[in-house]
């Protein structure tokens, strides 16, 4: 046997390989950075709220424990606040779906003109806040030149304070043509996912128009109405643009809400405990009532 066959023969040397990273590691950074600009901001405010902290008297911190919270909670003026929340909130809300789903009916249909409508439509949802304020507060609700008042002069009736004499009210009018283009859009689109062959066959089996909308188009629209339910109540309990562009809380606090009641306690008498209290109670009441609305449009979808 010659030393060429004793010599074992040399593997070929392994491929090096590269750092893997599993899918879990590689979402890490931004959750990170999620966590560090909400969460961390969240826990610092309830740890405040737990104070009595205010920017004025820098040096005295002392802990009360739940004072704040049961300031807002039993304090009739905070009640009445959080009362106006629920009222813009809710009533606002309910407004944008009925509107909403009118024209979402509406546009579903083909007529001369529809796609310029709906873009129409859609503008006054990419408006500012603060300027839909400044819009209906100066030219729209105004008591000497703005044209409400002057619709209802030429009729023969009295210019209208509509801010003064109906601040709620105008203020739910104004953010619900804010965003009733949202509910529509939303609305719309779960519509043209409807199968033209189910209300073909509603039509020969002889139903009218309103067993149509109520037995083939609604439950259709359920998960499309949870959608606007849920986004709109988080949006809606936390509006504060169109408050201080338009009535500053007033007249009294009848269109304080807990957003804008948080800003006065923080930036006007640098309450930091009590406004902090004021948030978490915000975000508490944001997660119950997008909660019990949406568990109580899923029962109403199963017919329970």
Do not use: C
């Not at 023969?156 to 105008?170: E, K, R």
């Not at 104004?174 to 043209?192: D, S």
């Not at 809380?249 to 006007?268: C, D, H, M, S």
């Amino acid at each position: 046997m010659t030393a060429a066959a004793t010599t074992p023969a040399t593997s070929a040397p392994a491929p090096k390989r590269g750092l893997r990273l599993s899918p879990a590691a590689l979402i890490w950074p931004a959750m990170l950075y999620l966590i560090l600009t909400t969460q961390v901001p969240f826990f610092m405010t309830v740890y405040y709220s737990f104070f009595r902290y205010n920017l004025a008297i820098p040096g005295s911190r002392p802990f009360v424990g739940f004072a704040n919270y049961q300031n807002l909670l039993t304090d009739p003026q905070n009640l009445h606040i959080l009362w106006n929340t629920v009222v813009l909130a809710g009533g606002t809300l309910i407004l944008t779906l009925i509107i909403g789903a009118a024209l979402a009916l509406l546009l579903n249909r083909d007529f001369p003109g529809r796609a310029l409508l709906r873009t129409l439509l859609i503008s006054s949802f990419l408006i500012m806040p603060v300027v839909t304020a400044v819009v209906w507060k100066n030219m729209l609700m105004n008591p000497v030149f703005g044209f409400f008042s002057w619709v209802v002069t030429g009729l023969g009736g009295h210019p209208v304070d509509w801010l003064a004499q109906y601040p709620m009210a105008s203020v739910i009018a104004m953010i619900t043509w804010e965003w009733t283009p949202f509910a529509m859009l939303i609305l719309l689109t779960g519509l043209q996912s409807l199968p033209d062959d189910q209300l073909e066959a509603a039509r020969l089996d002889g139903a009218s128009p309103w067993q149509e909308f109520r037995f083939v188009v609604l439950p259709h629209w359920t998960q499309a109405i949870q959608v606007v339910v849920l986004m709109e109540t988080i949006a809606l309990l936390q509006v504060y643009g169109e408050i201080y562009g338009s009535t500053s809380g007033g007249p009294g606090i009848a269109t304080t809400n807990l957003p804008y009641f948080i800003y006065q306690k923080a930036f006007a008498e640098y309450n930091i405990g009590l406004a902090s209290a004021a948030g978490v109670l915000t975000v508490i009441l944001t997660n119950v009532l997008a909660a019990y609305m949406l568990r109580l449009l899923t029962r109403a979808g199963r017919g329970e």
